[in-house]
T-cell receptor, first 114, second 115 residues
Framework: QKEVEQNSGPLSVPEGAIASLNCTYS??????FFWYRQYSGKSPELIMSIYSNGDKEDGRFTAQLNKASQYVSLLIRDSQPSDSATYLCAVNLMFSGGYNKLIFGAGTRLAVHP | KAGVTQTPRYLIKTRGQQVTLSCSPI?????VSWYQQTPGQGLQFLFE???????NKGNFPGRFSGRQFSNSRSEMNVSTLELGDSALYLC??????????????FGEGSWLTVV
């Protein structure tokens, strides 16, 4: 079983709709969860981080975390064509001594069409 | 505040050669991680350095190595290049304090093509 799993997509949504991106992870002790956006040919850009169960909102983005179900999601409201990109879910595994290993899912391609 | 800087941005090497990539982390960040990204494998963790020590290593052959200097700058080296090493190599830095919430920031990456 992969440590971080995402549906590869593409997820196609009309402009103005809500895009829902999902991610599951296998390590129960994971504490930090991130969503990165990556445009073609560019490096990943941090969009959201979430550490506690529940929802975290930042503008049009909402991250949702459910540690019991080992599930994290990203909602994009009022989707715009500029949101078309690959969205990477990342789970930060913390080791004793304070260092990290960030494990990425394969990413979900989002296409927002006018 | 300057971001993560990687050099060179693009390079072409011949199979069998070796390559060194450089990364300067965000000022004040002491942890540097390296990732390889290919279309088929996605983002794969290579290794992480903190205070000049490798703390974590991914599942890559010994041809892949790295180091970190006292100013937190890091280099990674790939020896005896193979065609499959063609990829985007990403460096990421974080403050690496012992708490939840270490945010990792990526550089723009080094595009390596092996011919």
């Amino acid at each position: 079983q992969k440590e971080v799993e995402q549906n590869s997509g593409p997820l196609s949504v009309p402009e103005g709709a809500i895009a829902s991106l999902n991610c599951t992870y296998s390590d129960r002790v994971s504490q930090s969860f991130f969503w990165y956006r990556q445009y073609s040919g560019k490096s990943p850009e941090l969009i959201m981080s979430i550490y506690s169960n529940g929802d975290k909102e930042d503008g049009r983005f909402t991250a949702q975390l459910n540690k019991a179900s080992q599930y994290v999601s990203l909602l994009i409201r009022d989707s715009q064509p500029s949101d078309s990109a690959t969205y990477l879910c990342a789970v930060n595994l913390m080791f004793s001594g304070g260092y990290n290993k960030l494990i990425f899912g394969a990413g979900t391609r989002l296409a927002v069409h006018p | 505040k300057a971001g993560v800087t990687q050099t060179p941005r693009y390079l072409i090497k011949t199979r069998g050669q070796q390559v060194t990539l450089s990364c300067s982390p965000i000022s004040g960040h002491r942890s540097v991680s390296w990732y390889q990204q290919t279309p088929g494998q996605g983002l794969q963790f290579l290794f992480e350095y903190f205070s000049e020590t490798q703390r974590n290593k991914g599942n890559f052959p010994g041809r892949f190595s790295g180091r970190q200097f006292s100013n937190s700058r890091s280099e990674m080296n790939v020896s005896t290049l193979e065609l499959g090493d063609s990829a985007l190599y990403l460096c990421a830095s974080s403050a690496s304090v012992v708490r939840a919430g270490n945010t990792i920031y990526f550089g723009e990456g080094s595009w390596l093509t092996v011919v």
